[in-house]
């Protein structure tokens, strides 16, 4: 009775203190997030040294979009509603390098055959935008939508590889998050990669494991007493 007692309780409080790691691990990620954010803009004219250390800056830079060559990344939810990350190559100016910039969010059509019509300015253009990590591959069986087909290419994940190849285009190891005051975009609210399951929520899932162990071990106590 005794060791099984011991062994819920630790299981539970293991699991609070796992909760309470978790949410370390995402203030981390909050916090280098505000801090990055509120630095000066950076012109980004191409490759860089340190793609690591320019997460999360804010970058201005000016090219052309590589028009009717527009990536759709499935799966992306915005309250509540299913649809597509618009992912565009930026020519920059320099001449060599290209940027994939993320445009924002636009809703399914009326079936997953009906994939939205993309429209993308011909200009030269500066955006503003946030410097980030492509997103994390997922485990998928097949081509993953990188096949050769129509544009937009509906994908399932961001491959930069596969898209040089797909584009022909020398793509930096990035994607900009396109600043919501930005012109040429969707619906846009970014948030840390990562970071979607907050700090303050992980706290208080580790508050309620803590919780059932403490309502437990009282409940044994008195189950106890009234045996005795």
Known sequence: MLFGVIAVTGLLVALGMWQ?????????????????????????????????????????????????????LDNRIHRGTAGYHVLTPLLLANGKDAVLVNRGWVGVGASREDV???????????????????????????????????????????????????TGLNLLPLVVLLHPDSTSGFIRHWQPVGSSMGAARHRAYAIQWFSLAAIFLLLCFLAARRSS
């Not at 019509?117 to 990188?146: K, Q």
């Open 20 to 72: 309470l790691s978790r949410a370390a691990e995402k203030q981390v990620l909050d916090d280098r997030f505000e801090a990055r954010a509120k630095l000066a803009p950076m012109v980004l004219e191409g490759s860089v040294s340190d793609y690591a250390a320019l997460r999360y800056r804010q970058s201005r830079l000016t090219g052309r979009f590589a028009t009717n060559t527009n990536f759709l």
């Open 116 to 166: 939205p019509t993309i429209t993308t300015t011909a200009d030269e253009i500066t955006l503003r935008g946030m410097i980030s990590s492509p997103p994390a591959e997922v485990m998928l069986l097949g081509p993953g939508g990188y096949q050769a087909g129509n544009w937009p290419r509906v994908i399932q994940y961001v491959d930069i590889n596969r898209m040089e190849q797909a």
